[in-house]
């Protein structure tokens, strides 16, 4: 039986990827969406809450436009 170590590379794994803030422009990171889809490639896979202020980027919106 395998052993699954949890860090195996998937194409399916979401890449964690450091935007900017569209609200207040500080530094954070969402995880975004590989492979799968092409609906869904390069989209943040879950909403994702700015630390800095509280912005909070919907699932679903493509990076393209947060970088
Ligand atoms: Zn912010």
Redesign the pocket.
């Known amino acids: 039986m395998a052993i699954l170590s949890g860090c195996q590379e998937g194409k399916h794994t979401p890449k964690l990827e450091e935007i900017r803030?569209p609200?207040?422009g500080?530094d954070?990171e969402v995880f975004i969406a590989m492979g799968g889809a092409a609906d869904k490639t390069g989209r943040t896979t879950a909403d994702e809450t700015?630390d800095?202020?509280g912005?909070v980027i919907p699932e679903g919106t493509p990076v393209t436009d947060l970088r």
């Open positions: 803030c609200h207040c500080e954070m700015c800095a202020c912005y």
